[in-house]
């Protein structure tokens, strides 16, 4: 017969379950520098493998719940196609169409989603809900974008600099433009992975940071911080939720990547952007479509790396 647990008995398994690493994906900086190692890995070789027929079902008969409170295209391509190429299946939610929108709670929307699925990948305004879901979870929760970061993306960036380049450690990185999420994850991936990273952004964009650790670097002028660069990155001036303004768009000009300020960067250095891009403003199109540019295998790899993450999170890596 059905007994309702004691007190004692709950706080015993929450104690326990505090103990039990639970694997969320949720920022790079928080992460084990060996365990993302070993996801890049397993991310380059599943790639080869695949591309060769080899497609192994490790996620057979698995679930994923994918919340998504912003638009998005290669997120949700790449994870639902990901979890279908190894034998799992995808579920779509947005707030509009789910009780999210009429004001269910995160922590009894994970409580319920992790009673049906086995990871939920969640892309959201504000990062403090995707640490909420992961506290009521009893899966593994992916960030797949808040407004403060992007870890999938910069798994994905990695992932690519490597294909072509090798290791990016001591490289120097440079971003330009506006200080967003995706930028926030390179930061995390400088410490963790030992590259340079200059960030170069008008002086009243620079966050108020007190301590930064050495290799990351703000430079105001632009030919300055891609001057010896090996990677160039940058990303809309607008990020999904942010107020328009003509003033930013404006501040930003000197910042576009064109091939002027290319041609100031290292000449074997490559070009990158997250996407969706806006073409002619924060880039032109001859970057974007030149020789340097790696932005569709960057794409393309967003499905290799989150394919490794999800092997990651449910133990089968
Ligand atoms: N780069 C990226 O996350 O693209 P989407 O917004 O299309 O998912
Ligand atoms: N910084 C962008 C990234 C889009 C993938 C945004 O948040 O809109």
């Keep these: 017969m ?6 004692s008995l709950k706080l015993y398994v929450n104690y326990i379950r505090y103990f039990i690493d639970m694997k969320h994906f949720i920022d790079i900086n928080k992460i084990d520098t060996t365990e993302l190692r070993a996801i890049l890995d397993r991310a380059h070789a599943m790639k080869k493998a695949f591309k060769e027929g080899n497609r192994p079902r490790l996620l057979d ?8 409170e912003k638009p998005s295209t290669r997120t949700r391509v790449s994870f639902e196609v990901g979890m279908q190429q190894l034998g799992g299946h995808a579920l779509y939610l947005n707030s509009e169409t789910s009780q999210l929108g009429r004001g269910e709670t995160i922590a009894d929307t994970a409580r319920v989603l992790s009673r049906f699925v086995d990871a939920i990948m969640i892309r959201t305004y504000k990062h403090s809900d995707v640490k909420e879901m992961a506290k009521h979870a009893s899966v593994p929760v992916i960030n797949g974008l808040t407004d403060y970061s992007h ?3 910069i798994m994905a960036d990695l992932m690519t600099y490597e294909e072509h380049r090798g290791t990016i450690a001591g490289k120097i990185v440079t971003w330009l433009g506006d200080m967003n999420n995706v930028t926030t994850s390179w930061m995390h991936a400088a410490e963790k992975f030992g590259c340079a990273l200059r960030i170069a952004c008008p002086e009243e964009f620079k966050p108020p940071v007190s301590k930064l650790p050495e290799q990351i670097q703000f430079v105001h002028d632009p030919a300055n911080a891609v001057n010896d660069s090996d990677l160039i990155i940058t990303d809309t001036w607008i990020s999904m939720g942010d107020t328009d303004s003509q003033a930013k768009r404006e501040a930003l000009e000197p910042y576009q990547v064109n091939t002027t300020l290319m041609a100031q960067a290292r ?3 490559l070009f990158m952007h997250c ?3 806006h073409r002619g403003e924060e880039v032109t199109d001859d970057v ?3 020789s340097q540019s790696v932005i569709l295998d960057e794409a393309e790899n967003r499905l290799h790396a989150q394919k490794a993450i999800l092997l990651w999170c449910l133990e089968r890596l």
């Design 61 to 68: 008969g698995m679930q994923l719940a994918m919340i998504f």
């Design 151 to 153: 870890p999938c993306q």
């Design 275 to 277: 996407l969706p891009a």
């Design 288 to 290: 974007l479509d030149g």
């Design 2 to 7: 059905w007994m309702k647990p004691s007190l």
């Design 267 to 269: 000449p074997d250095a």
